[in-house]
């Protein structure tokens, strides 16, 4: 373990969501996309971006040439780096037309890639490395070494990589970059490694890069810093090929919450990072993915609602409020009286009384057995239902109807009605939806009502194919007290579901208010 100073006490976070990011299946960002992710990087407040790989498309010279530009008036473009190849300058050249001023050079961190993938002896690979160093060097460009699976190289033929490093370390790199490349370590192996590095070399500086191919990159990169390590190497949301790579919000709240040294990254941003990724990407995260999970802070079982209830017994250092976020309780068959009223205390609503609040478990619990999943934002029809209060339903979308064209925009008529008065609105849009949307909110205008933004819109669809079948909507609408409000439809037809989610949504916007 190296022995560490104050100043070694920041770990350099580097992101390479537009590098090694791009190797995920089916994702490439586009040149304006790789400049909108490079500023929320530095919202983020990351400290070294790698924003692309040399000679690789027009596309990505054209890219990684904006966020250059870009960095001149907003950033150090010295905190810019891109990867590049032995290969008799060419990559450097390239690196060096867009305005680059690092070079991450890929070499072979292990004797089988080496000598099998290079068919090269491993004097000459160090010879070749050592010329495309001095090349870049001499073409103005700070230099780091990517040593490809090092962690191989480390386990399996350690002399390989003593040599190389020895062979090397007279030259002007700043940093041996070590790789898992195949995501093949646990904790213990990285321990060894990095003694062994820091051993034979202890004045070099290293960053770690880690995959995640048996879920194992954030202990790994924990055990990392724990030994000492300068840097280590991110992505947003975890992209990257196969499992991905070390996922940057669980590395940075590990380092905060489980050791003495600290990163700069700003929590607040991770959520926002994580959704603008998704979108970008197309790729969605897990459900249950810490820290940017949709469900990570929602309880479900009554006894822990409960507890939470009465002394937040159930909360961890990972408090939603940390990431912009709240906690949430959900409702089914394992909720509790619990359950309910702290569901009703996050909908602002008064606590009911023991019968009636008997009478919505056993509801929420009846559902829950049909694998219906009831939403705080469900509570007050639940409630409604049961009192048999006429204003249940204040709002109707008594009908609709709306029609797509191959060559023209999708419009929509729709008949609302608002407390027994009926109103009619048409308009197009950029799909049915959005079509729907636009007639809903020209009818809303009549009664001086304002539509709440939308912020999400999916759809769920039974597996089988079969085109009868069920079409579940979840839409997610900012509400107007800032929070979110999550409403469903259920419908054989798609359209038919959203209108069910909106009127659910419109209703409970009108919870509680005093129209007379």
């Known amino acids: 373990m190296k022995r560490l100073s104050a ?19 089916g994702v490439s960002f586009t040149p304006k996309e790789k400049l909108d992710i490079a500023r929320m990087l530095r919202r983020l407040k990351v400290d070294r971006l790698e924003i692309g790989s040399a000679r690789v498309s027009e596309g990505e010279a054209e890219g990684v040439k904006k966020i250059l530009q870009w960095s001149e008036d907003h950033d150090n473009p010295e905190r810019l780096e891109m990867l590049g190849f032995v290969d008799g300058g060419r990559s450097v050249e390239w690196i060096r037309n867009a305005g680059g001023k690092v070079i991450n050079l890929l070499c072979k961190g292990s004797r089988n890639h080496c000598e099998i993938q290079l068919k090269k002896s491993p004097e000459r690979h160090f010879s070749d490395i050592r010329r495309e160093v001095e090349r870049a060097v001499g073409s103005g460009l700070k230099v780091n070494l990517y040593l490809e699976d090092w962690s191989s190289g480390v386990s399996d033929s350690f002399d390989y990589v003593l040599t190389m490093i020895n062979f090397l370390r007279d030259l002007p790199v700043a940093r041996f970059m070590l790789c898992d490349t195949l995501g093949k370590l646990n904790a213990a192996g990285v321990n060894s490694g990095l003694t062994l590095m820091f051993s034979a070399f202890p004045d070099l500086r290293y960053d770690f890069h880690g995959h995640n191919d048996y879920n194992m990159a954030c202990a790994n990169a924990l055990t990392a810093v724990e030994c000492g390590i300068s840097g280590i190497h991110c992505t947003i ?79 961890n250092a990972l408090l939603p409020e940390r990431f912009v976020r709240q906690r949430d309780y959900a409702l089914g068959k394992l909720s509790g009286k619990a359950s309910i009223d702290r569901s009703l205390e996050v909908m602002g609503e008064e606590v009911i009384s023991q019968e009636l609040r008997e009478k919505v478990l056993n509801e929420v619990i009846r559902l829950g057995d049909r694998k219906k999943t009831v939403t705080a934002a469900d509570l ?14 204040r709002i109707r979308i008594v009908d609709f109807e709306t029609v797509s064209h191959r060559h023209g925009m999708p419009r929509s008529h729709v008949v609302l009605e608002f407390d027994g008065i009926r109103v009619e609105g048409t308009s197009t849009g950029d799909g049915g939806y959005d079509a729907l949307i636009k007639a809903i909110r020209k009818c809303l205008r009549e009664f001086g009502l304002v539509m709440p933004k939308l912020l999400d819109y999916q759809v769920r669809i039974p597996p089988g194919g079969r085109t009868d079948a069920l079409v579940e909507t979840t839409v997610t609408w900012k ?13 054989s037809d798609q359209l038919v579901a959203a209108a069910v989610a909106t009127e659910k949504m419109l209703n409970l916007m009108l919870h509680g208010r005093n129209d007379g």
């Open 7 to 25: 100043l070694d006490l920041h770990v350099e976070i580097l992101d390479t969501t537009l590098r090694d990011g791009e190797q995920t299946p």
């Open 237 to 315: 949301n975890g992209l990257g090929e196969r499992a991905g790579n070390l996922d940057i919000a669980q590395f940075a709240v590990a380092v905060k919450d489980f050791s003495n040294r600290q990163v700069r990254i700003v929590e607040k941003e991770l959520h926002h990072a994580s959704q603008l990724l998704e979108v970008l990407s197309g790729k969605r995260c897990a459900w249950n993915a810490p820290v940017i999970g949709s469900d990570v802070f929602t309880q479900t079982c009554g006894v822990h609602a409960d507890g939470d209830r009465k002394g937040d017994l159930y909360c």
């Open 380 to 393: 007050p029809f639940i409630i409604s239902n049961i009192m048999r209060t006429p204003e249940a339903v």
């Open 479 to 491: 509400g107007p007290d800032g929070r979110n409000v999550i409403t469903t439809g259920v419908d």
